[in-house]
T-cell receptor, first 116, second 117 residues
Framework: DTGVSQNPRHKITKRGQNVTFRCDPI?????LYWYRQTLGQGPEFLTY????????KSRLLSDRFSAERPKGSFSTLEIQRTEQGDSAMYLC??????????????FGPGTRLTVL | AQSVSQHNHHVILSEAASLELGCNYS??????LFWYVQYPGQHLQLLLK??????LVKGIKGFEAEFIKSKFSFNLRKPSVQWSDTAEYFC???????????????FGQGTILTVHP
């Protein structure tokens, strides 16, 4: 399978614990995105990497959230001191932009986080 | 800032009925526009996209969308729906500035389509 993969698919944690999610993009894709989706809403942008550089972060990404893409391949999203409001589906997407305008993002299956 | 509004939260149709899902966006410059679909239990998949050129774009499974710049709209259409089109549909916009893509997609809240056989 050459699509975007995410692990774990489900995570249940207690409030205050730290969690880390992993995203493996499509192999030749240099761009990687994280989104968060809550029930009844569309995905909301969190952050974006081009290769290993984090180029944009949403105001939604509080100090408790950190994302890395150390070698320009896979990425991790860590949430520290989780809160119940962090419960959501965390989506990863990747794309390759061979032209200055426009690219198509391919989404992974997501990691569903439940904070008790 | 970009924003997207989808007019209907839930649409219920019978098979063979025609479909139109509304999408309006807010952005002061050039945009790329997308419709994504999420079938039950599956992840988001691209249905169709508009980058430039012909404002009428055709996607997979008989779907099409028309970009009307003056109305800031990108409505999704299908002449005859099937039961297998039951899914959630998301409109998304990406703002373009200075000839480069800014990366992030801004999604609407989604429209759930239920098609009865």
């Amino acid at each position: 399978d050459t699509g975007v993969s995410q692990n774990p698919r489900h995570k249940i944690t207690k409030r205050g614990q730290n969690v880390t999610f992993r995203c493996d993009p499509i192999s030749e894709h240099n761009r990687l995105y994280w989104y968060r989706q809550t029930l009844g809403q569309g995905p909301e942008f969190l952050t974006y990497f081009q290769n290993e550089a984090q180029l944009e972060k949403s105001r939604l990404l509080s100090d408790r959230f950190s994302a890395e893409r150390p070698k320009g391949s896979f990425s991790t999203l860590e949430i520290q001191r989780t809160e119940q409001g962090d419960s959501a589906m965390y989506l990863c997407a990747s794309s390759v932009d061979w032209s200055p305008r426009g690219d198509e993002q391919f989404f992974g299956p997501g990691t569903r986080l439940t904070v008790l | 800032a970009q924003s997207v509004s989808q007019h209907n939260h839930h649409v219920i149709l019978s098979e063979a009925a025609s479909l139109e899902l509304g999408c309006n966006y807010s952005y002061g410059g050039t945009v790329n526009l997308f419709w994504y679909v999420q079938y039950p239990g599956q992840h988001l998949q691209l249905l169709l996209k508009y980058f430039s050129g012909d404002p009428l774009v055709k996607g997979i499974k008989g779907f099409e969308a028309e970009f009307i710049k003056s109305k800031f709209s990108f409505n999704l259409r299908k002449p005859s729906v099937q039961w297998s089109d039951t899914a959630e549909y998301f409109c998304a916009v990406k703002g373009i500035a200075g000839g480069t893509s800014y990366g992030k997609l801004t999604f609407g809240q989604g429209t759930i389509l239920t098609v009865h056989p």
